[in-house]
């Protein structure tokens, strides 16, 4: 990258001279010119974010805010130009490694499994085709699955500590937005109900995919951190992302958490343990403390509501939401069973009768993320991309015993391991393998986890040529 950044100066200068050139013809002759400073503009800001990996990745995780509150379930230009952009980079990227810095792309055997799984998705395109399906929806569906692309450009910025600090904020930040945008619409809903299964209903499940990982993050630095003027400093974020989680109303990312935590204490250390339970109950009590001050009179209706979604955990393998998942899952292995090799391709979709809307329906979304999977590409799909999950999660798992990690890197590691953890449970009931939320936590904490074991590799491999 220092080759590209040598070279932007004078790619930029020409580029101005032409933009500066070309503007005014355009705005001189034709009819509609003034637009074209504008798109000049907007390129040299893609020219100047392109140039630095901390920038650009920092756009597209922040840009991520974009697909959540465009709230349009059709293709938007906003969403267009997104998609362009977050992409445009994946290819730039690309370009760099094999033609300017020469460097090999695929450097360890979990790369080569998450290739091998996007390679098999995209050869689906036949197969989706034969079954009565279209191009398009192919093209949709694969274009969600290739955000994980971004795991490969995000494993090279998190190599540097520094690198991965910054990335690591600007997701908690994009994280921080959605969350105080759901506290807000909650809040305001509060203040019109007028019965408690109203607290219910309103839950606020945008973005419930962030919180739980957003919560195991922030606790995660909490307990690692030295300075206690950090240790306080996080304390609200932690107390604001588990509210927001709370509100979802969402038993699965409860539970999601639940396990995150639980495996971030078995990770942790005596002093950490401490300092995770400490958390937990501090957490806790302020949790409820700022749910009284910040819902006011509603707040102990809210409570109630909440206590109420965690005892029906018990009868939720007999409400009628649950069985319609399972009629969906049943409907999912009858398909799986007609093809289980190389399944019915990207983009597919299932029909099962709906208990619920009593009618039957055809959906691209399956529930249960690993049918999916196997529904999608087969089995020759699901294997790589299993493990490659697989393969990661190990890595992490002896990062987070290796005692050489600077306390931040390791603070971050153990955190991602966890996440992962429990999104292979929670995928079960919560496709996380398909939502556009959860693929971006998926390739961020694959990517932190790769990242930081390369360097650590590397540091290793240079003690080893210096002791020789």
Known sequence: MGILARRVPSIGKGIGVIGALGGIVAISLLPHGFVFPIGFLLLMIVAWTYARPMRALSVVILGDLILLLGGSTEITLVEVVYGVYSFGYLGFWLWQKVFVTREPVLEHTA??????????????LPITVLGGQTALWWFRELVTLAQLLLFFPLRDAMRDRRGMIALVVALLLMFTIVAVNNLMNYRAVTAAA???????????????????????VLVSAWIHVENRTQAWLLLPLIVMMALALALTFSRGFWVSAALALLVLFVLARGRERRRLTLATVLGGAAGLFAMGIFLGKAGSSVLTALFNRVVSVRGAMVDLSFMNRVVESQAAVDGILKNPILGHGV??????????????????????????????????????????????????????????????????????????????????????????????????????????????????????????
Request: net charge neutral; proline share 1%.
């Open 111 to 124: 790369d080569t499994f998450l290739v091998a799984f996007f390679v098999v998705a995209t050869c689906t």
């Open 194 to 216: 007028a019965f408690l299964w109203e607290l219910t209903a309103s839950r606020q499940a945008f973005g419930d995919h962030y919180f739980f990982p957003a919560l195991v």
């Open 347 to 468: 983009g597919s979709v299932l029909s099962r009768y709906n208990i619920l809307d009593h009618e039957t329906t055809t959906n691209l979304y399956i529930h249960n993320g690993y049918l999916y999977l196997i529904y999608k590409v087969g089995i020759v799909g699901t294997i790589p991309y299993l493990a490659f999950l697989a393969v990661v999660i190990w890595t992490g798992l002896r990062l987070s015993f290796d005692r050489s990690c600077d306390r931040t890197v390791q603070a971050f590691t153990r955190a991602f391991t966890a996440i992962l953890s429990a999104m292979l449970v929670v995928n079960v009931t919560s496709n996380v393998f398909v939502q556009k939320q959860s693929i971006l936590v998926l390739a961020f904490g694959c990517a932190c986890l790769m990242g930081t074991y390369a360097a650590q590799k590397r540091v290793q491999e240079q003690e080893g040529v210096n002791g020789q």
